[in-house]
């Protein structure tokens, strides 16, 4: 029997399970997305186990979904408006996209950085979002390279067009072809400068093509919120 004490966890999604209990998903920083029964939390007041929180978990069991025996409180944050729903994408990528009990430390390192980043208010959500759907991405095997041709193995040169093709990269168009990226805007994006709104767009333009290869036909219950948010 498998038993891990004081893990720093953040909740992902909760949905009720039998009578008082529930289904609780974290991403912990050593053992990845986990899936845990909470016994008894939905009679109990001052529950921690909500999403955006952080907790220390402790969990035992065998198999997929292990029994949480306990959740102590790290850190609870608190988002509304626009960063609510952008919380709330950051948090669906998570749940759809990290396997069960995959580590991925930076995963959850950006995840933390990312939901108090959206908090606080600066940067804009929508540039938070872009940089921590790259992070993702790259700890995936996804990773993006906006700074190189992926034919040519040569940098992006900021005066030609580039055609962006998912699992190739970034590839040379015969000059402004339709759905081509002009170079200079993907030097910004590699640079992480989104102070022009045309870089803005490109950039969420590319992340929703390369994410749509992992995430498949089903859609994001999110996404249909994130339309609201300015580029």
């Known amino acids: 029997m498998t038993r891990v004490t004081g893990e720093p966890a953040l909740v992902l999604h909760v949905r009720p399970y ?3 209990s529930a289904i609780v998903n974290l991403l912990t920083l050593y053992h990845g997305r986990v899936a845990v029964v909470a016994r008894g939390t939905r009679t109990r007041r001052g529950n921690p186990l909500q ?3 952080r907790i220390r ?4 069991g065998r198999g997929s979904l292990a029994t949480l025996i306990g959740a102590e409180p790290d850190a609870h944050l608190w988002l509304q408006g626009d960063a609510l729903t952008a919380g709330f994408y950051v948090l669906e990528l998570i749940d759809r996209l990290v396997g069960e009990r995959e580590s991925v430390p930076r995963v959850y390192a950006g995840a933390c950085w990312t939901l108090d ?3 606080d208010g600066q940067p804009a959500p929508e540039i938070v979002l872009r940089q921590f759907e790259h992070l993702l991405l790259e700890e995936l095997g996804y990773g993006l390279d906006f700074a190189r041709d992926a034919t040519r193995d040569e940098p992006i040169d900021a005066e030609a067009y580039y055609w962006f093709e ?3 990269g970034f590839v040379r168009a015969p000059g402004a072809a339709p759905s081509a990226y002009p170079g200079h ?3 910004a994006i590699a640079a992480a400068d989104y102070d022009n709104r045309v870089v803005r767009v490109a950039a969420k333009r590319i992340s929703r093509r390369a994410l749509a290869v992992l995430l498949g036909p089903r859609p994001l219950a999110s996404r249909k919120l994130l339309l609201r948010l300015p580029a």
Request: net charge positive; aromatic share 10%; hydrophobic share 30%.
């Open 18 to 20: 039998r009578e008082s």
């Open 51 to 53: 999403p955006f929180n």
């Open 57 to 60: 978990a402790s969990w035992q």
């Open 117 to 119: 980043r959206l908090r």
């Open 166 to 168: 998912p699992g190739t």
């Open 185 to 187: 805007v993907l030097n």
